[in-house]
């Protein structure tokens, strides 16, 4: 059963750090590349940050560059996303979820922050960014 478990969500001030992590299971997951996204309440799910299998290749939204990193460790079946400088426009349930089929290129595989391309959720974690 494949399964992706996030947590480390919180409330945190403005300028604060948080590290959430995305647990995986049920596949392996050097074979995916993965995806943090996430969803303000009245807004459409975005992509926050994307990394390639093993981690050579990531993308980020402008929105989030030189504030948040991603990392994996797939002996640990785990992904990270540490975040900092946290804003309130922050705000938002963050999902992780795995891409079977990611874009390549002569240099190698990619990744996307493409939704609708996904083949698996986990179910979210909330951040709430405030005062």
């Known amino acids: 059963q494949v399964q992706l478990v996030e947590s480390g969500g919180g409330l945190v001030q403005p300028g604060g750090s948080l590290r959430l992590s995305c647990a995986t299971s049920g596949f392996t997951l050097g074979y995916y590349a993965i995806g943090w996204f996430r969803q303000a309440p009245g807004k459409e799910r975005e992509g926050v940050v994307c990394t390639s299998m093993r981690g050579g290749f990531t993308d980020y939204a402008d929105s989030v560059k030189g504030r948040f990193t991603i990392s994996r460790d797939n002996a640990r079946n785990t992904v990270y996303l540490q975040m900092s400088s946290l804003k309130p426009e922050d705000t938002a349930v963050y999902y992780c979820?795995?891409?079977?089929?990611?874009?390549?290129?002569?240099?190698?595989?990619?990744?996307?922050?493409?939704?609708?391309?996904?083949?698996?959720w986990g179910k979210g974690t909330l951040v709430t960014v405030s005062s």
């Open positions: 979820a795995a891409d079977r089929a990611p874009p390549r290129d002569y240099s190698g595989t990619k990744c996307r922050l493409t939704a609708h391309a996904m083949d698996y």
